[in-house]
């Protein structure tokens, strides 16, 4: 096990907890195929412990001021920005996610907690003027309770830290199961809060077998918040369990991001930048750009520009400087691209590169770009969640708009255009949780994060991030009989 892997615990009540008879399983790096250590599994009664861990904490973390939790979260951040070097690198030997983008990982979850320290401070109610002389009628904004989250594994921190640091800028308290594929990330994240004086049990990490834990976690009338990242199938589930109890969730779930080029920008430049895009984190992104819609007079030149940037990317070990891709983060994963791929191309399907697994050790699929697909081509309603471009022409702006909208996902879209009209057309028409025009680039701490149709719903980032572990409380207030 490579020395800077930390060793792997639960954290519960401000204790970190090893193995010490507990089931466990092995964490592999995605680059080698190789384990980099185990992990252990929460027992029930470790679960109990941290649901009555997080009930009691958020009896005082709530009235702690809003300045006092901002400080911790801004000293949280300090930490995080001060480890980056060697968080990246344990990010990338876990995910497998490149050195840079992993780095950058690191400094956006320390920038998250930074927008969220601040956004503490501003979690104004308000005064409605009365109606009657003597009253006083006031709206309180409190914190929701008890959050369950559960993360996935293609962004071990950032995810994690959005939910992390909207909950406890809110005075909630957080019970957290992460992916048990990538679990040094929020470990990290949990080691910064402790070293930044969190009291115990405001946060508890847990592990687990995810239908067990998550059903155990939403059933306690102790928990009072769910918020779930993941695939839409497993979304569906949390949600049924959520409503159950009557409990508000927020659900951010799959995607499969339309792009549409029009022939008013340069071709070459839009594909070297869509190119980009795609393969950042292997395109294990809810918000990768997928489908890309291109108009027929551009379509030939975008095809060529995208395959030749796509064939020049250096896929190598995360972990290494020189690579720009890295692999997929399973065995599964690999299978899962191969048999699209496969599909696509026996149903009639063009391949302008890749197609196939790289011959090395480790999860590695090469970076591939598909054209003139059938529509009875799997890919083309399957989300791939992997480097899998696919690329489509069209003629008017009414057939590209048809195009983007015809999947029930509707997480991220994206277009290409100078036409300052039909930025305001697509703004309106395109069904999408967010949007980015001439840009891939859409998560931010400050800004929204979340989408619409199967997607799901609410969101993360910016005010609404922190608002959704709120509750709105009206107070009416008469004079003394």
């Given at each position: 096990?490579?020395?800077?892997?930390?060793?792997?615990?639960?954290?519960?009540?401000?204790?970190?907890?090893?193995?010490?008879?507990?089931?466990?399983?092995?964490?592999?790096?995605?680059?080698?195929?190789?384990?980099?250590?185990?992990?252990?599994?929460?027992?029930?009664?470790?679960l109990d412990h941290a649901l009555s861990s997080a009930?009691?904490?958020?009896?005082?973390?709530?009235?702690?001021?809003?300045?006092?939790?901002s400080g911790v979260l801004r000293q949280a951040a300090m930490l995080l920005r001060s480890r980056a070097e060697t968080l990246g690198a344990v990010l990338a030997t876990e995910q497998g996610k490149t050195l840079m983008e992993a780095r950058q990982e690191v400094l956006g979850s320390a920038e998250v907690f930074e927008w969220c320290a601040d956004e503490a401070r501003r979690l104004y109610g308000r005064v409605i003027p009365s109606r009657e002389p003597g009253w006083r009628q006031l709206v309180l904004r409190q914190p929701v309770g008890v959050v369950a989250a559960f993360t996935p594994w293609n962004f071990p921190m950032m995810i994690p830290a959005r939910k992390i640091a909207a909950s406890l800028a809110a005075g909630c308290t957080c019970i957290i199961k992460p992916s048990e594929e990538t679990p040094a990330g929020v470990l990290e994240i949990a080691r910064a809060l402790h070293d930044a004086g969190l009291p115990r049990g405001v946060l508890n990490v847990v592990f687990g077998v995810p239908a067990e834990v998550s059903r155990h976690l939403i059933a306690s009338p102790l928990v009072?918040?769910?918020?779930?990242?993941?695939?839409?199938?497993?979304?569906?589930?949390?949600?049924?369990?959520?409503?159950?109890?009557?409990?508000?969730?927020?659900?951010?779930?799959?995607?499969?991001?339309?792009?549409?080029?029009?022939?008013?920008?340069?071709?070459?430049?839009?594909?070297?930048?869509?190119?980009?895009?795609?393969?950042?984190?292997?395109?294990?992104?809810?918000?990768?750009?997928?489908?890309?819609?291109?108009?027929?007079?551009?379509?030939?030149?975008?095809?060529?520009?995208?395959?030749?940037?796509?064939?020049?990317?250096?896929?190598?070990?995360?972990?290494?400087?020189?690579?720009t891709m890295g692999p997929l983060a399973s065995a599964r994963r690999v299978a899962a691209m191969q048999s699209l791929v496969d599909d696509a191309v026996a149903s009639g399907a063009r391949l302008a590169c890749g197609g196939s697994r790289l011959p090395r050790d480790g999860f590695f699929f090469a970076p591939t770009v598909l054209h003139e697909l059938p529509p009875s081509a799997r890919v083309l309603s399957e989300e791939p969640f992997g480097p899998l471009a696919l690329v489509l022409p069209f003629d008017d702006e009414d057939e590209a708009i048809d195009a983007a909208n015809a999947l029930p996902y509707g997480l991220a879209a994206y277009a290409f255009t100078n036409d300052a009209g039909r930025i305001v057309r697509l703004s309106e028409r395109v069904e999408t949780g967010m949007l980015g025009i001439n840009t891939l680039i859409l998560a931010g701490a400050d800004t929204p994060f979340g989408g619409v149709k199967d997607s799901g719903y609410g969101s993360e980032g910016g005010m609404e991030g922190v608002e959704a572990y709120l509750v709105t409380k009206y107070v009416a207030q008469a004079p003394a009989p």
């Open positions: 096990m490579p020395s800077l892997y930390p060793e792997l615990q639960l954290y519960i009540d401000g204790e970190w907890l090893g193995a010490q008879g507990r089931p466990s399983e092995t964490v592999f790096n995605p680059s080698t195929g190789g384990a980099l250590g185990d992990l252990p599994h929460a027992t029930f009664g470790d009930d009691r904490a958020w009896r005082t973390w709530r009235a702690t001021t809003a300045a006092h939790r009072r918040k769910v918020t779930f990242t993941g695939s839409v199938p497993v979304g569906r589930v949390i949600a049924s369990l959520a409503a159950e109890q009557a409990k508000p969730a927020t659900l951010e779930l799959g995607g499969h991001a339309p792009v549409l080029i029009f022939d008013d920008v340069d071709a070459e430049r839009a594909a070297r930048a869509c190119a980009t895009g795609k393969f950042r984190n292997a395109g294990q992104v809810c918000t990768s750009p997928t489908r890309f819609y291109v108009q027929r007079s551009a379509y030939a030149t975008f095809v060529e520009s995208f395959a030749r940037a796509a064939s020049s990317l250096a896929v190598g070990d995360a972990t290494d400087g020189g690579s």
